[in-house]
C-alpha cells in the first residue's frame, strides 16, 4: 500500500518561498510519476504539477516560471519549490500519484498573506 505524507507547507508573505516535501513509502517509486494538486477555499482542486518517473515536468499556467517540482528517487522524496507567492497560491496542497483514483498524501496548509 503507497503512503505519501506532506511537509512543508505554512504561512508565508505575498512574494515569500516555500519548499513543500513529500515522502513515498510502500510502493516502487522510482516509477512513479508524482504530482502536486492544491484545493483553496470553495474551489475545485487543481493539478499544480507532474513530474514522470524520467523526470519531464509540466505545470499549470497558474504556477508556471514560479514553481519547479523535483524527486529525488534515493530518498523516494517528491518536492515542490514555490516563489512568488501570492494570496492566490493560498490552498491546502495534496501529493498524488495514481492521478484522481490513486494515492493521496494528507496535505499541507500554504497561506499567503500580509
Known amino acids: 500500500q503507497v503512503q505519501l505524507v506532506e511537509s512543508g507547507g505554512g504561512l508565508v508573505q505575498p512574494g515569500g518561498s516555500l519548499k513543500l516535501s513529500c515522502v513515498y513509502s510502500g510502493g516502487t517509486f522510482f516509477i512513479a510519476a508524482m504530482r502536486w494538486y492544491r484545493q483553496a477555499p470553495g474551489k475545485q482542486r487543481e493539478l499544480a504539477a507532474t513530474?514522470?518517473?524520467?523526470?519531464?515536468?509540466n505545470y499549470a499556467d497558474s504556477v508556471k516560471g514560479r514553481f519547479t517540482i523535483s524527486r529525488d528517487n534515493a530518498k523516494k522524496m517528491t518536492y515542490l519549490e514555490m516563489n512568488s507567492l501570492n494570496v492566490e497560491d493560498t490552498a491546502v496542497y495534496f501529493c498524488?500519484?495514481?492521478?484522481?483514483?490513486?494515492?493521496w498524501g494528507q496535505g499541507t496548509q500554504v497561506t499567503v498573506s500580509s
Open positions: 513530474i514522470t518517473s524520467n523526470g519531464n515536468t
Open positions: 498524488n500519484t495514481g492521478g484522481e483514483y490513486g494515492y
